[in-house]
């Protein structure tokens, strides 16, 4: 098992920064990957990105590139989400993950473990 520890969502206004990070426990011996998932009220869940449990490769969703970076603290086995430019499109729960099958893998299904969940509002 894995555990998953989320932390940094918060009230933001449109056009500012944010900072998610995502702490890893447990038997994280056999996890290639770790990221986040995002989902809005009455939307589907949406891909935001994901990193190799190496560092070395990162990949985003579409409507994130460029804005939100992922990088990952190998010592300390976290995960960060760095948000910039945020919009209020960007307003839902972020969940991290952690697992993954192949490099650029997008499917929720995929990851196998996940975390609670952490609130980020993006106000106009």
């Known amino acids: 098992q894995v555990q998953l520890v989320e932390s940094g969502g918060g009230l933001v206004q449109a056009g500012g920064s944010l900072r998610l990070s995502c702490a890893a426990s447990?038997?994280?011996?056999?996890?290639?990957?770790m990221g986040w998932f995002r989902q809005a009220p009455g939307k589907e869940r949406e891909f935001v990105g994901a990193?190799?449990?190496?560092?070395?490769?990162?990949w985003y969703g579409d409507s994130v590139k460029g804005r939100f970076a992922i990088s990952k603290d190998n010592a300390q086995n976290t995960v960060y989400l760095q948000m910039n430019s945020l919009r209020r499109e960007d307003t839902a729960v972020y969940s991290c993950?952690?697992?993954?099958?192949?490099?650029?893998?997008?499917?929720?299904?995929?990851?196998?473990?996940w975390g609670q969940g952490t609130q980020v509002t993006v106000s106009s």
């Open positions: 993950v952690a697992g993954a099958r192949y490099y650029l893998d997008r499917e929720a299904s995929d990851y196998d473990y």
């Open positions: 447990g038997r994280t011996s056999s996890t290639y990957a």
């Open positions: 990193i190799t449990w190496s560092g070395s490769s990162t």
